[in-house]
């Protein structure tokens, strides 16, 4: 029997959509609002879900609580209230878009879990704008 666990959390964050290599010109053009070279910011809302056989003995495809304590320790410890373009390594060469955010909470997330078990990140940047990222 197979079934998808999920949880939700979310962190706040600003950041600047821009490739250094364009002129400001481009990038606004290119990116629009979200090129502010003073930044801007999002609330944003996570959905870690995680499929998989269910445990005969325990009943989970994994435990929530352990579920609960990987998002803290990997995205809301180094996401929350952090400028993504300046605080966080990953994005420091990496256009922090919704795309690629999602991307490196996957692999963040995925080193953590068991190898049986499937990863799919959807990610809120704004309620009516969001992506979902999972395994090829």
């Not at 801007?40 to 996570?46: I, P, S």
């Not at 005969?56 to 352990?66: H, S």
Request: aromatic share 12%.
């Amino acid at each position: 029997m197979k079934a998808t666990v999920h949880r939700k959390a979310h962190f706040n964050a600003a950041h600047r959509l821009f490739r250094k290599e364009w002129t400001d010109a481009y990038n606004a053009e290119v990116f629009g609002k979200c090129s502010n070279p003073n930044y801007h910011g999002h609330n944003y809302e996570l959905i870690v879900s995680v499929s998989g056989e269910i445990n005969q003995q325990t009943g989970f495809v994994m435990d929530l609580k352990i579920l609960k304590d990987i998002i803290y320790e990997e995205i809301e410890i180094p996401f929350d209230h952090k400028n993504l373009n300046l605080e966080v390594e990953e994005f420091k060469t990496l256009n922090p878009t919704a795309e690629n955010i999602s991307h490196v909470i996957w692999k963040k997330i995925k080193k953590r879990l068991d190898n049986n078990l499937k990863l799919e990140i959807t990610l809120y940047e704004t309620p009516r704008n969001f992506v979902t990222y999972t395994e090829d």
